[in-house]
């Protein structure tokens, strides 16, 4: 089993409509979670971070579920420019630094 | 603006060519350094971390005298391809950052596209 899974996609998206993905993680001592966004042939730029509680910005809403070891990304009023590889990033506790990647899930918005 | 700048952005050479390539930290001290390989479709794969001072730590399955790491300085690491083959073809990326906890998001560079002919 993979040590972060996620769904490739890809999601195809109305110009608009509200999308939404989780991922999951193996290492249940994990402790910091991210959401990157990479487009093709670039490198990864933070989305932002994922708090216990839960949080947002702007349009994006990310939650974690500690129990069932899963973190989730939602976008509502989807954006064209919001066309990309969303990457699910963890950082394990004895790992110091080192994260490690999901595949990441392709997020396609149409007009 | 970028806190992370990577050296160059792609690169052609011809198979047994060796390539460095730098990896800076532009506004701060980064005691560690992260290498990552990603290959078309695939999720970047880590490939070493570079430490300050002292050796590189590389996963497994990454060979150390392949990949040749050095971080001479707080701000600057490099990694260099030896005798580069077209199975070494790949996008290159680095990353610095993560607090000393790793409890913050990492900055990556731009990536080094190296094509091996």
């Known amino acids: 089993r993979k040590e972060v899974e996620q769904d490739p996609g890809p999601f195809n998206v109305p110009e608009g409509a509200t999308v939404a993905f989780n991922c999951t993680y193996s290492?249940?001592?994990?402790?910091?979670f991210f959401w990157y966004r990479q487009d093709c042939r670039k490198e990864p730029k933070l989305l932002m971070s994922?708090?216990?509680s839960g949080n947002e910005d702007g349009r994006f809403t990310a939650q974690l579920n500690r129990a069932s070891q899963y973190i989730s990304l939602l976008i509502r009023d989807s954006k064209l420019s919001d066309s990309a590889t969303y990457l699910c990033?963890?950082?394990?506790?004895?790992?110091?630094?080192?994260?490690?990647f999901g595949g990441g899930t392709r997020v396609l918005v149409k007009p | 603006g970028a806190v992370v700048s990577q050296h160059p952005s792609w690169v052609i050479c011809k198979s047994g060519t060796s390539v460095k390539i730098e990896c800076r930290s532009l506004d701060f001290q980064a005691t560690t350094m992260f290498w990552y390989r990603q290959f078309p479709k695939q999720s970047l794969m880590l490939m070493a971390t570079?430490?300050?001072?002292?050796?590189?730590?590389?996963e497994q399955g990454v060979e150390k005298d392949k990949f040749l790491i050095n971080h001479a300085s707080l701000t600057l690491s490099t990694l260099t391809v030896t005798s580069a083959h077209p199975e070494d073809s790949s996008f290159y990326i680095c990353?610095?950052?993560?607090?000393?906890?790793?409890?913050?998001?990492?900055?990556f560079g731009d990536g080094t596209r190296l094509s091996i002919l």
């Open positions: 290492n249940s001592a994990s402790q910091s």
């Open positions: 990353s610095a950052g993560g607090g000393l906890r790793g409890n913050q998001p990492q900055h």
């Open positions: 990033v963890v950082n394990g506790k004895a790992a110091g630094n080192k994260l490690t």
């Open positions: 994922v708090y216990s």
């Open positions: 570079s430490n300050e001072g002292s050796k590189a730590t590389y």
